[in-house]
């Protein structure tokens, strides 16, 4: 079948850059994000949560940054591996509503 | 993994015969999901079930059914299989609802309708 790759708009970077995905998410009321990681043939993996109330959080090798007033959202991976390559997509959620998962965009890291 | 399995993994079937789906999680979460994945469509959900016997519709539910009797079981019904449900389905679970609600996927079944 075909991958869900397939039509995404694709990040290319160099082993050991930062990366930075964007995403625009639909709600302006929005009080929940996520950011998940899918690699090919795999379920999507939770990497890192942001609430409304906080303009960034930061994990291990990444930080999310939240801008309200243009409804954007942005993971930074710092010192990108190869092991990074996979698609990227973030999901918005507002109160008790159900999550929207944006399309994603594919991050290819070459060595 | 969070726990979550999910039977089978791989199915190919024929049009208009009915398929089950199983999710099965280890984790005794109360909310569990069934998505679908299509190229060019983000996750879109199907239903949802908030507990044992509760469940609800998402955002693409038609074709579709589910059941769940036991807390670590969400069962996933396509009642007369048709070409465009062909797609890779993934099962969620979470422990809450609201903010902070953090979904963890399974590993997915790929479903091929011919």
């Keep these: 079948g075909e991958s869900v790759g397939l039509h995404l708009p694709t990040l290319s970077v ?7 995905i964007n995403c ?3 709600n ?3 009080d929940y994000f996520i950011w998940y990681k899918q690699e090919s043939g795999k379920g999507p993996q939770f990497i890192i949560d942001i609430r409304s109330n906080m303009d960034k959080r930061q994990g291990q090798r990444v930080t999310v940054l939240l801008n309200k007033t243009v409804k954007h959202l942005s993971l930074q991976i710092a010192a990108t591996q190869p092991g990074d390559s996979a698609v ?3 999901a918005e959620k507002l109160g008790y509503s159900t999550l929207t998962f944006g399309k994603g965009t594919m991050l290819l890291v070459s060595p | 993994d969070a726990g979550i399995t999910q039977s089978p993994r791989h199915k190919v079937t024929e049009t208009g015969t009915p398929v089950t789906l199983r999710c099965h999680q280890t984790e005794n979460h109360r909310y569990m999901y069934w998505y679908r994945q ?3 469509h983000g996750l879109r959900l199907i239903h949802y079930s908030y507990g044992v016997k509760d469940t ?3 955002e693409v539910s038609d074709g579709y059914s ?3 009797s036991k807390t670590e079981d969400f069962l996933l019904t396509l009642e007369s299989a048709t070409s465009s449900q062909t797609s890779v389905y993934f099962c969620a679970i979470s422990d809450r609802q609201g903010q902070g609600e953090t979904q963890y996927f399974g590993p997915g079944t790929r479903l091929l309708v011919l």
């Design chain 1, 14 to 20: 160099q082993e050991g850059d930062n990366s930075i």
């Design chain 1, 24 to 26: 625009a998410y639909s």
């Design chain 1, 28 to 30: 302006s009321a929005s």
């Design chain 1, 88 to 90: 990227y997509f973030c």
């Design chain 2, 38 to 40: 299509d190229p060019g």
């Design chain 2, 56 to 58: 609800d519709k998402g």
């Design chain 2, 66 to 68: 589910v059941s769940r």
